[in-house]
């Protein structure tokens, strides 16, 4: 198992998160579409990851994708997201971690706007704005 930079045990997570992130960010879960805090937000500011703090999403790579979740077309800092294949409910997708402590953020699909292409589809439970 990888070592993170953020490392606690499931009872230390459970008390730092809310429910919702919990089921985010531990157990790979999926908030619905349209219901996030993020999803048609417009704030400027950085996207950090709701466990760890760490610096994930600018707010100038933020667009509508249509999909109901918060998409950007590119990560901050490549280094701060990991991308690992998923294969689970029947589909063939690449999922995307936080690099600082393993946090669940969502998938990336190569459906997304230039100049990258990509549309990293995120879970509002898993990240925070910070304002500008």
Not at 105 to 125: E, K, M, W
Request: proline fraction near 4%.
């Amino acid at each position: 198992m990888k070592k993170y930079v953020t490392e606690k045990s499931e009872a230390q997570w459970k008390e730092v998160l809310s429910p919702t992130q919990y089921t985010v960010l531990r157990e790979k879960g999926t908030e619905r579409a349209f219901t996030g805090e993020y999803y048609d937000n417009h704030e400027v500011g950085t996207y950090a990851c709701a466990g760890c703090g760490a610096e994930l999403f600018r707010s100038d790579a933020k667009y509508d994708s249509g999909c109901g979740w918060p998409s950007f077309f590119q990560p901050k800092d490549a280094a701060m997201v990991e991308e690992h294949s998923d294969i689970s409910h029947g589909m063939r997708r690449t999922e995307v971690l936080c690099a600082g402590c393993g946090g669940h953020l969502g998938h990336v699909f190569d459906d997304g706007p230039r100049p990258t292409g990509l549309r990293y589809c995120i879970n509002s439970a898993s990240i925070k704005l910070v304002k500008a």
